[in-house]
């Protein structure tokens, strides 16, 4: 499957000029470097809120109940005194889980690094449709402003949980439908970049870079865009569903006979409860994924630049990621094997999810073979991009519990999941976001980051991490429920407040660590080392280009594409890398050997 | 503890399989890991069955673990960059792939036809014959329901209580679950009970208590505000003291509004006497919590 793209001079003819105004070269930008770093800065802010939500709740399970003085002055409804109460704590979790994965993880990995990254790396000079991409970021800020704006409405920000379960999430305060409408906003967004990124990576491919010739991110991109289309149409029917519930006096979720606070509810009748969570797990399964695949693919682009070495098994990697997209939707049952869900379909889907653990081995095993005979540079880039693997193993092997139904029946719901998806989300996507910042920082801003402190900022983010995350298995093995305001209510559960000080402390200092990103990121636009076209002498065509890369890419031609991304330490070449668009060099090599 | 299905060839290399990854764990059974470490004390009869599920998959995961971190830490030691050092060219073996394809593959599988069986004896094969008990959640209590003398639900001599669910040891006791309101979780952390409470669909599971004492019954799906307190208590009792209590609490029932109304407006109980919360606390924790 060998497709050569399009002829380029018909593309280039419809290309749009370099614009002069502010403006049009930084506010309402068509230029997919400029979107990519509108992103950017859109996630990283959002990350801070996000942490700042967490840290509010990790504070409470430290101390439940002790006051927060200068919180009284800042959220005097939730925290009158600075005491907390039940129901701002509820709002806390729910609106940290959902800026984090729809606010942060999302347009960090996708928004910033897909626009950025993906153009560039298959050789165009923009994405296909440069208006639609501005508009996916345009539309996505409305979508911020009204989640953080549902913080200050009556009754607060929504307090359902980021998966708002229905008739919950039906009969919640204000801010819930804020929440709803925010998330069809940028469910919107989503999916127009969906769209962008899936007519630009098949049809604008550079002259001679096939399917099998590109990099790994940017095949991760494509599935990721692929499962975006095909599962945010899903979430978006939902929301409008439950948005009706709330609003119109439909009764979609609603079943008959229900009593809220002694009183019938008005409007209940012929719903389904469990119809709103096989809905949401329908998008919220392949979302897991949606978060989890760039960030494989910039670790599978990292490991053979810093390990000198092509990467293991390169179509394995590719049909793996495939296969976890398409397995992808047909476990979504694995979170209602507690509901009432009929048992027997409960083991159907914990059949095919044990199943989806088969791709994710074959992807660890394969960067383990990358790394292995190779030529090891531990760079900062380097340095999170294997601990994403190493965390990423923890993560994956830990969801083997819950995939076993009777086992499930124990931790579902307990700490022991929030221990899970933290080592997927965190130590997984978020790891690979900072591999992928250190490593593209100098094409995206032409300076180098400072490796000293970068190296400093790993280190600490990966101990505290795990001092943070690793207990929460064990307050799920001993049956702490999570979302829950004050467990030491429980008589068996009062004996976890040290483990979850000792938490909350590692916590103060991961979050005090990120300030060291912060300062090299900024510091380093202005101070930083020029870094040159190719400071990683990397092999794909976004390192063939200057940095940053200049309007539409690339100077003259568009690049020819001779082989395939990762040709490092080539027998017989001079240097130990072989950039994918130079001519010559030895005989292009067997994919496997 | 399970006589109600033919112990089969398979059954018997299950067993054979989890008392093998139990027998591993003995120094834990045995005390020699921080409470922390260690699952909940088992009062149920299929909890050691899910413990020893557990169990197995921690020691092959934590297996694998070892061997894919020590492996990781071991390459970056052995192929650091060193002066003169050229990465060594290949694009990855099909063999190679062809095993850690398989291997992983079959483990799964594995797992998932072991744990088919637990699952299918505690949720697919209710007992023929025991204690019926209805809990409904509410915003934020759980209303439990005794047949009373009758052996009917929804009549005038049904016992109501308010979290707190008493049974006999010994004996399996089928609960049948809903809600009122919203979502609840019934979760019975010492049984390794969790099922759901879900408005609109009644939903039955079955335990049997292995002891005599006291625990608690948590809510484990997020129901509002006052999800965190909103707790039960479990006294298994012996068949003796079990009756005494329950003639106590026909005693002190009072007459149920007639049953049209009962059927849709339960009377909102708004929270249990305080007095009685304090009881129950003082006897779950004179019990040592759970440790």
């Known amino acids: 499957m060998s497709t050569v793209a399009k002829p380029r001079e018909v593309h280039h003819a419809a290309v749009h000029a370099a614009p002069t105004s502010f403006w049009r070269k930084y506010i309402f930008s068509l230029d997919h470097k400029v979107i990519g770093k509108q992103y950017l800065f859109y996630a990283l802010f959002m990350l801070i809120i996000g942490g700042l939500l967490a840290t509010l709740v990790r504070y409470q399970l430290a101390w439940p109940g002790r006051p927060l003085a200068f919180m009284g002055k800042i959220a005097p409804e939730g925290m009158p005194g600075g005491q907390m109460l039940p129901e701002y704590y509820n709002s806390l979790f729910t609106m940290h889980a959902t800026i984090m994965i729809f606010f942060a993880i999302m347009p960090i990995l996708i928004g910033a690094f897909g626009n950025f990254v993906v153009p560039i790396q298959i050789g165009a000079r923009d994405m296909a449709f440069p208006k639609l991409n501005m508009m996916s970021f345009w539309v996505a800020v409305p979508g911020a402003i009204v989640i953080i704006w549902s913080f200050f409405v009556t009754g607060g920000a929504a307090a359902g949980g980021w998966t708002s379960y229905a008739p919950l999430s039906a009969i919640q305060p204000r801010g819930q439908t804020l929440w709803l409408i925010s998330l069809l906003i940028l469910g919107l967004s989503s999916l127009l970049t969906a769209v962008n990124f899936l007519t630009t990576i098949i049809n604008m491919r550079a002259p001679g870079m096939g399917f099998f010739r590109l990099p790994l991110t940017t095949w991760a991109l494509f599935i990721t865009a692929l499962l975006l289309l095909l599962a945010l149409p899903v979430l978006s029917a939902a929301l409008i569903m439950l948005l009706f519930d709330r609003t119109l006096g439909t009764t979609f979720f609603l079943p008959a006979g229900l009593i809220v606070s002694g009183q019938p509810w008005p409007n209940a009748g012929g719903g389904q409860v469990l119809l709103w969570q096989h809905l949401f797990w329908f998008f919220g399964h392949p979302e897991v994924y949606i978060m989890i695949l760039p960030a494989m693919g910039i670790t599978s682009e990292i490991l053979p630049v810093f390990s000198r070495k092509p990467i293991f098994g390169y179509r394995a990697m590719a049909y793996s990621m495939l296969g976890i997209a398409g397995l992808g939707f047909i476990v979504w049952g694995h979170h209602m094997f507690q509901s009432g869900m009929n048992p027997l379909l409960g083991t159907t889907f914990m059949i095919s999810t044990m199943v989806i653990a088969v791709p994710s081995a074959i992807k660890t095993f394969n960067w383990l073979g990358t790394l292995w005979g190779g030529d090891i540079h531990f760079t900062t880039p380097m340095l999170n991009a294997l601990s994403f693997v190493a965390m990423f193993v923890i993560g994956g092997l830990s969801g083997v519990f819950m995939a076993s139904t009777p086992v499930d029946i124990f931790i579902h719901d307990t700490y022991f999941i929030v221990g899970h998806i933290h080592y997927v989300l965190f130590g997984g996507s978020l790891f690979g976001a900072f591999a992928g910042l250190y490593f593209w920082y100098p094409k995206m801003f032409g300076r180098m980051m400072n490796e000293r402190w970068g190296k400093i900022h790993w280190f600490i983010t990966f101990v505290t991490f795990n001092l943070v995350f690793f207990p929460m298995h064990f307050l799920g093995m001993r049956g702490m429920p999570r979302r829950i305001y004050d467990y030491t209510q429980y008589t068996h559960l009062k004996g976890l407040q040290p483990m979850n000080q000792f938490m909350t402390i590692s916590l103060f200092v991961l979050g005090a660590g990120q300030l060291i990103l912060v300062f090299n990121f900024f510091l380093s636009m202005r101070r930083g080392k020029v870094a040159g076209p190719n400071p990683w002498r990397s092999n794909t065509l976004e390192w063939q280009t200057s940095s940053p890369p200049p309007h539409e890419n690339f100077v003259g031609r568009i690049p020819t594409v001779y082989r395939g991304p990762y040709e490092y330490s080539v027998p017989g070449h001079g240097s130990d890398f072989l950039p994918q668009n130079e001519a010559g060099g030895p005989a292009p090599a067997r994919s496997h050997g | ?291």
């Open chain 2, 1 to 291: 503890m399970n006589n109600f299905t033919p112990a089969t060839r398979a059954a018997r290399l299950l067993r054979a399989a989890l008392f093998f990854s139990a027998a591993a764990l003995l120094p834990s059974a045995a005390g020699a890991l921080p409470f922390w470490m260690r699952l909940p004390e088992q009062a149920s009869t299929y909890a050691p069955d899910i413990d020893n599920m557990f169990h197995l998959i921690m020691w092959i995961t934590g297996v694998i673990f070892v061997i894919v971190e020590l492996m990781l830490v071991f390459f970056l030691w052995r192929y650091r960059h060193r002066e003169g050092r050229t990465a060594h060219y290949t694009h990855g073996n099909n063999r190679l792939e062809v095993v850690w394809t398989i291997v992983p593959a079959l483990i799964c599988v594995m797992l998932a036809l072991l744990s088919r069986r637990i699952w299918d004896q505690i949720k697919e094969n209710m007992p023929h014959e025991g204690l019926e008990i209805h809990v409904t959640g509410e915003q934020f209590a759980w209303n439990i329901r005794y047949a009373g003398p009758d052996g009917k639900f929804d009549t005038a001599d049904d016992i109501l209580t308010l979290n707190q669910i008493h049974f006999p040891v010994g004996k399996p006791v089928i609960v049948t679950l809903t809600s009122k309101d919203v979502i609840h979780s019934f979760f019975l952390p010492e049984f390794r009970v969790k099922q759901d409470a879900v408005p609109g669909m009644h939903t039955r599971i079955w335990f049997e208590g292995n002891e005599v004492g006291h625990w608690e019954i948590a809510c484990a799906e997020l129901c509002g505000l006052g999800h965190f307190r909103m707790k039960g208590f479990v006294t298994v009792d012996t068949p003796e003291d079990f009756q005494k209590w329950l003639a106590e609490q026909a005693a002190t029932q009072t007459p149920e509004p007639p049953k049209a109304a009962s059927k849709t407006i339960e009377s909102a109980p708004a929270a249990a006497p305080a007095a009685q919360t304090a009881a129950s606390d003082a006897k779950v924790a004179e019990k040592g919590g759970s440790s």
